[in-house]
C-alpha cells in the first residue's frame, strides 16, 4: 500500500474522531443548560414560599429598612422603588438589577398575585458569614410577623450589608392584616 493513501486515511479517521468528540460535547454541553434553565420548584418552609434571601454587598446605604405586605405586583414594585430598592432598571445607581433577588423578583407577574401575596423585608446587619433566612410567617389576629434566622458565626464582620428577603404567602393569610414585624430566631 502506498503511504500517501495510508496517510489520508489516518487523516480521515483523525478528523472524524475529532468531529464526533466535539459533537458529543456540544451536546452534553446543551443538556446543562437546559437542565440549568428548567424551573426549580420552590423552596417551602413552613407555611410560605421563600421567594428570594438576598444579601446585598456593598451596599450599607443603598435602601431603608422596610418590612410590608404587597399584593400585587405593582404594589411590590413601587415599595421597593419608594424604599430604595430598584431591581428594574439596569442603570440603577446601586446595581440591584444584576443581584439574584433582581432577577428572581423581575420573573413574577400579576398572575402569580391572583391568590398570593409577597412580605417584604428589607434590613442591614453586618455580614456574619452567611445568609440571613426565612423561617416562617405567623399571624395572629391582624398582626404578621416574619421570622427570620441568623447565619451563626463564630466571628463578627465588620462590613454592613443590605439583607432582602422575600416571603410568598396565601392572600387568605394576610387579609386583614394590619401590622407587619420582623423577628429574629
Same mark, same amino acid.
Given at each position: 500500500? &502506498?503511504?500517501? #493513501? ?12 475529532? !468531529? +464526533? ?9 446543551? !443538556? ?13 418552609? &413552613? *407555611? ?11 451596599? +450599607?446605604?443603598?435602601? *431603608? ?5 404587597? *399584593? ?5 414594585? /413601587? ?7 430598584? =431591581?428594574?432598571? $439596569? ?9 439574584? !433577588?433582581?432577577?428572581?423578583? /423581575? ?5 402569580? =398575585? +391572583?391568590?398570593?401575596? =409577597? ?23 391582624? $398582626?404578621?410577623?416574619?421570622? #427570620? ?12 450589608? /443590605?439583607?432582602?428577603?422575600? !416571603?410568598?404567602?396565601? $392572600? ?8 407587619? #414585624?420582623?423577628?429574629?430566631?
Amino acid at each position: 500500500m &502506498d503511504n500517501g #493513501i495510508v496517510y489520508k486515511h489516518i487523516r480521515k479517521i483523525f478528523c472524524l474522531s475529532v !468531529a +464526533a468528540c466535539v459533537g458529543i460535547f456540544g451536546l452534553f454541553v446543551v !443538556a446543562c443548560n437546559n437542565e440549568e434553565q428548567s424551573e426549580k420548584p420552590p423552596l417551602i418552609v &413552613d *407555611n410560605c414560599e421563600v421567594v428570594a434571601e438576598d444579601t446585598l454587598y456593598g451596599a +450599607a446605604d443603598g435602601g *431603608n429598612d422596610f418590612i410590608a405586605v404587597c *399584593n400585587s405586583f405593582g404594589e411590590f414594585k /413601587r415599595e421597593c422603588l419608594r424604599n430604595g430598592y430598584d =431591581f428594574f432598571d $439596569k442603570n440603577n445607581e446601586y446595581n440591584y438589577y444584576d443581584t439574584i !433577588a433582581g432577577e428572581t423578583l /423581575r420573573g413574577y407577574t400579576d398572575v402569580y =398575585f +391572583a391568590d398570593k401575596a =409577597f412580605v417584604v423585608c428589607a434590613f442591614y446587619r453586618s455580614s456574619w458569614g452567611g445568609q440571613y433566612r426565612i423561617q416562617k410567617v405567623n399571624v395572629t389576629e391582624n $398582626k404578621l410577623t416574619l421570622y #427570620i434566622r441568623y447565619p451563626e458565626s463564630e466571628t463578627e464582620d465588620d462590613v454592613i450589608n /443590605r439583607m432582602f428577603l422575600v !416571603a410568598g404567602v396565601d $392572600k387568605s393569610l394576610v387579609y386583614g392584616v394590619t401590622e407587619v #414585624i420582623k423577628e429574629f430566631i
